[in-house]
């Protein structure tokens, strides 16, 4: 199994743009959970799917930020217009039916976002 | 709510000296108790998990980590320490009658085996 699979691994772009975070779940997984790494805040949940629906976007800090997650296999993470304090890591994971509730999350490498 | 902490931003120990990352936990119900390793530039990955049963979990690398209701702790151990087991270990909670299908995770903790 090829794992979860986030795309680009590094995005660096000005103050204002739109950037797309992409992110293939691993197949059969039902659960999808976005992240956000920095160095002053940790790892925060900003958004999690189940089947496709949105069940808590609380942790999302702003309408700049948005997720959608169209179909089983793919899901986007949008940030529009970007701010430099959106900085961080970006991290997608996946699970199954279960593996939710067992914690065994499964992480992709991460997207390394620099807004300048 | 649940929380983690981890009181360490850091541990420093010797390669072949034991080793134990520290992790308190607080939940309102019962609680699912995680530790994950995170490597330079990686996503995180899963060690060991406790659900239920035994006590004491092990886990993958020859980690292994005590769950200890009174305490409401989850420490990380190892009994002898590899240059290759420096990297960054969080520590994640689910409660599990209160907080759906989410984790919390703690801050992390750097763990340095120097040679």
């Known amino acids: 199994d090829a794992g979860v699979i986030q795309s680009p691994r590094h995005e660096v772009t000005e103050m204002g743009q739109e950037v797309t975070l992409r992110c293939k779940p691993i197949s059969g997984h039902d659960y999808l959970f976005w992240y956000r790494q920095t160095m002053m805040r940790g790892l925060e949940l900003l958004i999690y799917?189940?089947?496709?629906?949105?069940?808590?976007d609380s942790g999302m800090p702003e309408d700049r930020f948005s997720a959608k997650m169209p179909n089983a296999s793919f899901s986007t993470l949008k940030i529009q217009p970007s701010e430099p304090r959106d900085s961080a890591v970006y991290f997608c994971?996946?699970?199954?039916?279960?593996?939710?509730?067992?914690?065994?999350?499964?992480f992709g490498e991460g997207s390394r976002l620099t807004v300048l | 709510a649940q929380s983690v902490a981890q009181p360490e931003d850091q541990v420093n120990v010797a390669e072949g000296n034991p080793l134990t990352v520290k992790c308190t936990y607080s939940v309102s119900g019962n609680p699912y108790l995680f530790w994950y390793v995170q490597y330079p530039n990686r996503g995180l990955q899963f060690l060991l998990k406790y659900i239920t049963g035994d006590n004491l979990v092990k886990g993958s690398y020859g980690f292994e980590a005590e769950f200890n209701k009174s305490q409401t702790s989850f420490h990380l151990k190892k009994p002898s320490a590899l240059v290759s087991d420096s990297a960054l270990y969080f520590c994640a909670v689910r409660d599990v009658e209160n907080a759906g299908n989410m984790l919390t995770f703690g801050g992390g903790t750097r763990l340095m085996v120097k040679p």
């Open positions: 994971a996946s699970s199954s039916e279960g593996g939710g509730i067992t914690g065994e999350l499964f």
């Open positions: 799917f189940n089947n496709n629906v949105p069940i808590d």
